[in-house]
């Protein structure tokens, strides 16, 4: 499955490691048969404004038809975007994703008037409404999240004008992802042999695996040079999408950027800062962990492009992916049978695009719309990173598996505070798995190597990642500009104080802003960084507790998005309005590190 050299085309890649998009559309032609429904569909819905409050039959009618109208427009997009990232420079493609993105467009704007309306009727005729119609009892939640949302919420002519300007001012990410998949150019390096390595995005961080020092500096120059060529039109484009968060938040009266992104999973700010403020406070295991690293590699000097390499000298091990796969299975056993035989089914049927090809997407997602199974795109390599990215991607998969067939459409989806906590749990339990069954010392140090690398990536790093937003977004929310050179400053200078003294802190790490897709989704990351905690605390309750926790986290992804994460995640056992996961999350650090310090002594 891996190459060197150029890369393959899509048609090159075997018909088993393709997903089958198949599912989802036969054809292109059906594609196009409900695009014209869902257009037909948005007129229908406009044909409700200034009606909602005639009676409660006229408002379940509204509710329903625009569940269906929304889930139709989700086929539709997810179709065409899936199909674009399997080769971002097919034309055909690149056209359907507009024509999909248009009419998100169009659809937003159709339903524009539908909340303002509902929150201009009195609270007793609401009442009122959901006694007359037991339809509506579905609607329960859906409507509370809706009355949350009132002082928020703008006339029904300012909200379609928002609607309408959606397509227009998503410009900044799409901009940066035909950059950053299309259009960017990697230099190529010689590997260990002498033998030309283009660098990609998927090989990058092999690249910086390999135990060839000469091989990782040249690999990290060389990738962050293409970056600096572009640094004044990545510079601009991050600049404007948080303009356009603070546009968001100053238009519906939010305090700030970050409490407008905070609001829609009802996340108190609190959490956010306790988040900074404790990882700040224990910077000191981060510290004592890159001293560790540069120690074990025997450097006079540790640099950024050290970071990835095992700490283990001299270990091989390739795991192709059907072995990644059996290692998944054997892993999540915890899990339950329902649980493990669902997750194998879909390893073998069509829900994983599996290789890297030219023009593909890079990166790992799991997607896939309503009404179908899950998709996983990956560009898997043979290493241990992607066995976990495998993992964590099929996370996601189940946890979208069970909430989309035990929820209606309005309750499937789980908001993304939650997510990470489903990927994160699949990756722990196949780490204390592979733990306990692996006898070889080299490889138990590569996995405890491993496991801190997770908290190093997931917890520090995410948390790193979310205190540049937030100074970067208070910035412009006080009138200053966000230059190349200020963006480059401050990106070294947060470097400096999470890696702390034992790392050399290159200049080239400067530029790293510049190729992050989650700045475009503002005040995601720190997701990760919550996420992680929570499954770490889920994980050590399924292993010590075993059928009531495991009963608890099945209710749990099940429940899709019909609670409010922080009460969601309590039904599993964790509360994170309070910093103790976190806390505990780096307990468990620094009881790892302890375990590779013995095994290294």
């Known amino acids: 499955m891996e190459r060197k050299g150029s890369l393959p085309g899509r048609d090159e890649i075997p018909d088993e490691y393709k997903w089958q998009l198949e599912d989802v559309y036969e054809s292109n032609e059906e594609w196009e048969q409900d695009f014209q429904r869902a257009q037909n569909m948005a007129g229908e819905v406009e044909s409700y404004r200034g009606r909602l409050g005639q009676s409660a039959r006229t408002l379940l009618e509204a509710l329903e038809l625009a569940a269906r109208l929304r889930e ?38 159709a339903l524009s008037f539908m909340v303002p309306e509902i929150l201009a009727l009195p609270a007793e005729v609401l009442e009122r409404y959901r006694r007359q119609e037991t339809g509506l009892e579905l609607y329960d939640f859906a409507l509370e999240e809706i009355s949350r949302q009132k002082e928020h919420i703008l006339s029904p002519a300012e909200e379609l004008i928002i609607a ?28 260990e ?22 091989m990782r500096r040249e690999a990290f120059t060389a990738f962050y040079s293409s970056y600096r060529g572009l640094k004044n039109t990545l510079a601009a484009t991050i600049s404007s999408s948080v303009k356009k968060d603070v546009f968001y938040a100053r238009a519906r009266k939010y305090p700030s950027a970050l409490q407008a992104s905070l609001f829609e999973d009802n996340i108190p700010s609190e959490v956010y800062d306790n988040l900074i403020q404790t990882v700040r406070e224990h910077l000191g295991l981060m510290h004592r962990y890159t001293a560790m690293r540069k120690r074990l590699l025997g450097v006079a000097e540790l640099h950024m492009y050290d970071l990835h390499v095992p700490v283990v000298k001299d270990i091989l091990w390739e ?44 990166g790992a997602y799991s997607w896939g719309p309503y009404g179908t199974h899950p998709y996983v795109l990956m560009n898997y390599q043979n ?15 189940m946890h979208s598996y069970y909430s989309h067939t035990e929820q209606p459409y309005i309750y499937a989806h789980y908001k993304i505070f939650t997510a990470e906590v489903a990927s994160t749990v699949n990756e722990c339990l196949l780490m204390e798995h592979l733990l306990q069954t692996v006898g070889e010392r080299d490889k138990q140090l590569y996995l405890l190597n491993h496991y801190l690398e997770q908290f190093r990536g997931t917890v520090f790093r995410q948390t790193m990642f979310a205190e540049f937003e937030k100074i970067i977004h208070q910035r412009v929310e006080t009138g200053e500009a966000l230059t190349p050179d200020y963006l480059s400053e401050l990106y070294h200078r947060l470097n400096i104080d999470y890696h702390g003294p034992a790392m050399v802190v290159d200049q080239d790490i400067s530029l790293e802003w510049a190729r992050i897709p989650h700045f475009y989704s503002a005040f995601y990351v720190y997701k990760y960084a919550t996420g992680f905690s929570a499954a770490a605390a889920i994980t050590r309750l399924i292993l010590t507790e075993g059928e009531p926790a495991l009963s608890n986290y099945i209710s749990f992804l099940k429940k899709g998005g019909s609670d409010y994460p ?22 468990l650090f620094s009881q790892l590190l302890d375990r590779l310090e013995a095994l290294t002594a």
């Not at 056209?95 to 993105?101: C, I, K, N, S």
Request: contains cysteine.
């Open 383 to 397: 290493n241990l990173s992607n066995v976990f990215t495998l993992a964590h991607e099929m996370g996601h998969a």
């Open 319 to 362: 795991i192709p992916y059907p072995e990644a796969a059996v290692m998944l299975r054997e892993g999540l056993a915890p899990l339950g049978k329902p649980y493990v035989e669902t997750m194998s089914k879909g390893l073998e049927t069509g829900w994983l695009d599996l290789c890297e090809s030219k023009g593909k997407s890079s």
């Open 72 to 109: 139709l427009n989700e086929k539709v997009f997810v179709y065409a975007r899936m199909r674009r990232d399997e080769d971002n420079t097919n034309t055909f493609y690149q056209a359907l994703t507009d024509r999909a993105e248009s009419l998100v467009a169009r659809i937003q704007a």
């Open 164 to 191: 309408q300007v959606g397509e227009v001012i998503q410009a900044p990410d799409s901009i940066f992802r035909m950059l950053n998949n299309a259009d960017i150019t990697f230099p190529t390096i010689l590997d």
């Open 566 to 587: 922080l009460d969601l995640l309590k039904t599993a056992g964790v509360d994170l309005s309070t910093p103790r996961p976190v806390q505990e999350g780096l307990q």
């Open 193 to 214: 042999t002498g033998t030309g390595v283009e660098i990609t995005h998927g090989r990058y961080t092999r690249l910086l695996e390999s135990s060839d020092r000469r």
